[in-house]
């Protein structure tokens, strides 16, 4: 560990905790709106309101700052989720209403955040560490939709559950993205309806 990381501190207390949270929110709304590369550690820092010598007792440069921002990305986009999914049972509601609410959870999540997930495309591409971490994150979606397609196994009909769970993940992830973050001529409802009907007539029965 250089001598600069080793001057990073880990912050304990409350005031210390919401100081890094600051720049963190600060770093994520700079790069969201001007880019990665467009964005430095003296704009970050002015804009959480702390010194330049205070960035840096918490983060080393500015690529640190970008991953736990991703991080915090990662885990708030699952907490969202999460806890709208929590609100369907796929043993007892109607297999459409379930799925569709399944792509307006992710949809929502999606748009919270909508101009930073367009940076991480961007450093997905250029960054191995992010790259990591954001390949992390897919898999832990793919281990989710095979969780939450389990609930309502005894009405599926395809014959493999786990690879069934991939093809189901990867046409939400595309269409969402599509939906949320690029140019069409066809509108979102449409793209929405037509993905939940797609899912409903592989899945069930």
């Not at 369907?88 to 930073?116: G, N, R």
């Not at 493999?160 to 769970?165: F, I, R, V």
């Amino acid at each position: 560990m250089g001598e600069t990381e080793d001057k990073v501190r880990t912050p304990q207390q409350e005031r210390s905790i919401k100081t890094k949270e600051a720049i963190i929110q600060a770093a994520m709304k700079l790069f969201s709106e001007k880019g990665y590369h467009n964005t430095n550690t003296k704009q970050i820092s002015a804009a959480a309101g702390v010194s330049t010598g205070s960035f840096y007792s918490y983060f080393t440069d500015k690529r640190a700052v970008f991953i736990d921002s991703l991080k915090l990305y990662n885990e708030n986009l699952l907490a969202r989720v999460d806890a709208s999914l929590g609100e369907v049972d796929f043993k007892s509601m109607d297999k459409h209403t379930a799925i569709a609410h399944m792509v307006d959870s992710l949809l929502e999540s999606h748009q919270v955040y909508s101009e930073f997930h367009k940076e991480l495309a961007v450093m997905y591409n250029s960054d191995k560490e992010i790259q990591s971490l954001m390949d992390e994150q897919f898999d832990l979606g793919r281990r989710k939709t095979l969780s939450y397609l389990q609930q309502g196994q005894g009405d599926l009909k395809v014959e493999d559950l786990e690879a069934a769970s991939w093809v189901v993940f990867e046409a939400l992830n595309s269409i969402v993205d599509m939906i949320v973050f690029s140019p069409r001529n066809v509108s979102a409802d449409r793209l929405k309806n037509e993905l939940v009907r797609m899912i409903v007539v592989y899945l069930y029965k």
